[in-house]
């Protein structure tokens, strides 16, 4: 475990861009310890101890911590610092181990969110739906998404927006697909799709114009705001 660590570390310091590179180190080390063994058994033990705490400082730097925090501090700061902590009190293998456990927890949470909440009672006729997909929309997403479009009122205008994805899972591209296929023409559904790329296999609606972003957010507000202004303000 310790070895892989450094090995990729020495790498990526080296300026490797490809997984040969590993291939490379360990063929080097190989023929290291076959050819010099007795040099490499003089090496005292406290120089290599010193290499993995300049190895491990450059992996949890305080600069390190300040970009994850920066970044996201729920989904990248706390399994990266449980992690260390793990590390720094238990083990290695044991930390790393913490750490896979509380990253497959995290990234679980995270897929599991719905890009969109849609509630009915807030919607009225010729709002405009906004469903905005995350970086990376997962079959774990595909429950979610479903119940998102089943939700959806009759007569109603939606927009999809793949725009910021980067993978899309195919079941939810079908589910998407099926959705603007029948689905919509079933409920009287207005779907515009946005965003999509040529990979998905989905074709983009032409027709749309991106002006507003935020129409069914904007209507519900202004609607709130005249019911408070029609009520009658009495005096004592």
Known sequence: MTSVVVRTSANNAAGAKSKMSAIIHGLLLL????????????????????????????????????????????????????????????????????????????VLLGN??????????????????????????????????????????????????????????????DLIYEFEKIKSKESNINVKLVGFKEAYNLENSNDYKNTVTFEHKYNVMKRKLEVIEKKDIQFD
């Open 31 to 106: 023929v290291s310890v076959l050819s010099i063994p007795t040099i490499l058994n003089k090496i005292p033990l406290a120089t290599l101890a010193s290499v993995l705490l300049l190895v491990g400082y450059k992996l949890a730097n305080p600069k390190t911590m300040k970009h994850f925090w920066e970044k996201d501090k729920i989904f990248q700061f706390i399994p990266f610092i449980l992690t260390f902590f793990a590390v720094v009190f238990t083990d290695l293998l044991k930390g790393v181990a913490l750490g896979m456990i509380v990253n497959i927890i995290f």
């Open 112 to 173: 599991s969110k719905r890009a969109y909440k849609f509630r009915k009672e807030d919607y009225q006729e010729g709002d405009i739906i906004h469903i905005d997909l995350a970086q990376e929309v997962s079959f774990l997403n595909k429950s979610a998404i479903k119940s998102t479009l089943n939700a959806l009122p009759e007569n109603s205008k939606v927009v999809i927006n793949a725009s910021d994805t980067v993978y899309i899972a195919h079941d939810v591209l």
